[in-house]
C-alpha cells in the first residue's frame, strides 16, 4: 500500500487553493457540530459518500473547524494516479486484494493511536445522497475493535440547490457514538450499528434542511 508522506509546504498551499476552489463553487456551507469534545484528536469520522466534492469539502472541513492532524482513505487506482495526495495526507486502499486491505486498516489504527484523525467513506464509493441503504463496509467495525480508545463521529454530508445559483452544502457533525452501545457487538453487527446511526443522522439533516431550519449551523 502507498502511505501518506506529509509534506509541509504542498499542504499549505494545497489549502489556499482548496478554499478558493470551494468558495468559488458554492454559495455558502454551513456547519453544526453536536460533538461536546472540542479536541477531535483519536477520532474515525465516518461520512456518507455521495460527490466528487466531498474529499475537498472534508478537507476544507478539517481546514477550517475542526483542525485536526487528519489523513484520509483513497482507491489504489486513483492513488497511483495522482501520487501528489499522499503528500497531504491520502494513503491507498484496495479491497480487491485482502492483504492491502489489511494494511490499510492497520495503518488507520496506527495513524489514531498516534492521536491523528482519519476520514473514512463506510460506502466505498459514490452512490446516490437519496440512497438507502447506505451499504457501509465491515472495515470501520475491524478499526473500532482494533483501536477501543478512539472515538467514532459520524459526519453527515447534504448538498442542496436553495435560493441562489450556487448550491449550498450542510454538514453535521454528530456526537461520538456510545461505545457502551458497540463495543461487544460482532464485527459485523457494529458495521450494521454504524450504518443506522450516519442513516438516521443524514436524514435528520435533510429534513432540517427540507424546513430551512438552519438554526444553530456556522458559516465556514
Known sequence: MRKATKNGWIEWGFKRFN???????????????E???SDFSHSLFLINHSSWWDSLILYYLNDQYVRSDGYGMM???????????????VYSINTASRTHLLHS???????????????????????HL??????FFNGISYI???????????????????????????????????KESYHTLPRKQKTIYFEKHCTEQLDRLK???????????TPI
Open 19 to 33: 478554499r478558493l476552489f470551494v468558495r468559488m463553487n458554492f454559495h455558502r456551507m454551513k456547519v453544526l457540530s
Open 144 to 178: 473500532a475493535e482494533k483501536a477501543p480508545r478512539i472515538q467514532v463521529i459520524p459526519v453527515s454530508l447534504y448538498y442542496t440547490l436553495e435560493h441562489h445559483r450556487k448550491p449550498n452544502v450542510y454538514i453535521l457533525l454528530g456526537e461520538p457514538l456510545s
Open 75 to 89: 482507491d489504489e487506482e486513483g492513488m497511483n494516479r495522482f501520487p501528489f495526495f499522499s503528500k497531504i495526507g
Open 35 to 37: 460533538a461536546k469534545e
Open 105 to 127: 486498516l492497520n495503518y488507520s489504527i496506527e495513524l489514531l493511536n498516534r492521536g491523528k484523525t482519519v476520514w473514512i467513506f463506510p460506502q466505498g464509493e459514490e452512490q
Open 130 to 135: 437519496e440512497k438507502r441503504p447506505l451499504d
Open 207 to 217: 429534513e432540517r434542511i427540507i424546513a430551512e431550519d438552519h438554526n444553530g449551523f
